[in-house]
Structures are given as structure tokens and as C-alpha cells.
């Protein structure tokens, strides 16, 4: 869940200055499940099956690109399981998806693969490998967990830094925070590839620069103990995100987010690239149930904060794969 800053992840921004998100994860969770075959083969079970003899042969580019980087030529079955929708949600379901899936693969080979190898090698399956134009933040909060600002550097580097903080401002965090599931998903790759074009325009990259100073005055804000500009610094990111490119929004999201804003919302955004998935307000518990009503066309999600990012759940050691 982005915060604010999102969007300049993408190569457009931050090969020529330091972009830099603010997001947490959250508890919902993308299961991977991976065991030998004993046939050779691969098999595959997600909102498909396949079963094939050569990694080459796999349709889902993530895990064909996955089995490649990791040397793993066959006999092995693959299965995961989502605990939101698996695409066009905004919440990082392919990202997420990546990462899991690495750090599963490599616990097959016996081997240990860091958080940041985890995120870097997920960025080269997504982006170089499938050539997907999407941005790095997603699999850097899904493979580190917690509240983070994360940088982009020109150099390709990534530096997540935790966001220190009181619990009691975290449990606040969470207390104010709804998020509503719009039943409508997107294709992250099309709007994402129209904001990249956008940031190549002078005026365009003048917001994003704005919104990346947002995502270092958020976090001030956060380890000087208040909440009290947590909301108009969400409202004014949602608003410069609107003007970056025309995909982002319609009349509809912005009927939606009027609702809750005239219902006591301090501010608010749609999770991930725009155009569908899922909204997020921050708003006083106490206003809750009125946005709830004001949105009764939309679902309510309940969450909470994650902070351990992509772990082992289950490991039972075993003879490695041939490579």
C-alpha cells in the first residue's frame, strides 16, 4: 500500500533524479507452495494449470523467467494461492506474486537468498525479462516488509529505509485507514506505460518532483510522533497524481473519492497505477461508517499492517534439484 511518490519507481523519473515512495505492506498475502515431481515434468496450478517438460515451454512468463534465472530445469510442481484479486488490484499481486515465488524456488535449491536479492532479481524477471514498463517499489515492500521509504537512484540501487516511529502512531495509522475494493480491475502495464510517456514532459516531472518531496515530508511527519498532516499530504499526492496523465482517474473514481472526502475524509488515493483496484482513504475512525454508507456500492476491506515482508512459512530440507 503506497502512501505517496508513486510513480516516480519508474525509470522515466529516477534515471535522471532520486524518486523515492512511501508504502507498508499489509496482510494479505500471496501463498507459494513448491514440490518435487517425480515424473521430471513441471506442472503449474494457479487460475490455470499446465504441465509441460522444459521451463521454456511455461506460458506464465513470471514463472518461466523464474525457473530460468534459478537454474531449475523440471520435476517440480508449483501451485499459489491469493488472499486478494490476482491482478489489476493495485496492491503489487504480480510483484508480490515474483518475489514469493523466488524466495520459494531458491528454499527448494537450499539456498539462502536475501531480501534485497529477492527484490532486485524480481525487478529483472518483471521488468528486463518480461519486459513489463512498470516501476521497482512494489517488490522491494513485498520482499522487506513494514512502513518504508524507498529510493530510487539513477545508479539502479534501491535503498529501503524504515519509517522509526512510535507503535501508537502505527496502531493511529491503521485506525484511520479504509480502504474499499472498486470492482474494477486494470491493466497496471497500459497506465503505467502512459505515465512514463507523460514524464518525459517538463510540467509532468515538476509534479512528480512535488510528489517525491511529499513522500520525505510524510515521513517526518511519521517519526515526529503526529498524524495531524497525514491526510492534506495524501489529498495533495492524489491530486497531482490525477494531472500526470489522463488514465489515472475518470468521472467515476472521482465521484468516489468526493464521497468520501464530503464524509470525513482528510485525504485519500487509489492503490497502485489508477484507474480501478482499490481506494484508500485516511480518515477519523469516527467518520468510518458514514463513508461506508456514502460508499455502500463499493466493499469494504479490513487489514492490518505486515512488517515481515517474503518469508519461509514451511521448509523441509531436501536433496537439491539437479542443476
Known sequence: MSFVGGGSDMPAFYREEVGAVLSTSIDKYMYIAVNRKFDGRIRLSYTRTEEVDRPDQVEHPLVREALALTGIPGGIEIASMADIPSRGSGLGSSSTYTVGLLNALYAYKNQFASKAMLARQACEIEIDRCGEPIGKQDQYAAAFGGLNLIRFHPDESVSVDPVICKPSVLQDMEAHTLVFFTGRTRSASAVLAAQSKALQQDDRKRLMRRMVALAFDLKSELESGSLDN???????????????????????????????????????????????????????????????AALSDLEPVNFRFDRTGAQIVFYQPAESPSP
Open 230 to 292: 497525514f491526510g492534506p499530504i495524501l489529498h495533495e499526492n492524489w491530486v497531482l497524481k490525477t494531472q500526470l496523465s489522463a488514465g489515472i482517474s475518470d468521472p467515476q473514481i472521482d465521484a468516489w473519492y468526493a464521497a468520501g472526502m464530503a464524509n470525513g475524509a482528510l485525504g485519500g488515493k487509489l492503490l497502485g497505477a489508477g484507474n480501478g483496484g482499490f481506494m484508500m482513504f485516511f480518515a477519523p475512525p469516527e467518520t468510518h461508517s458514514r463513508i461506508r
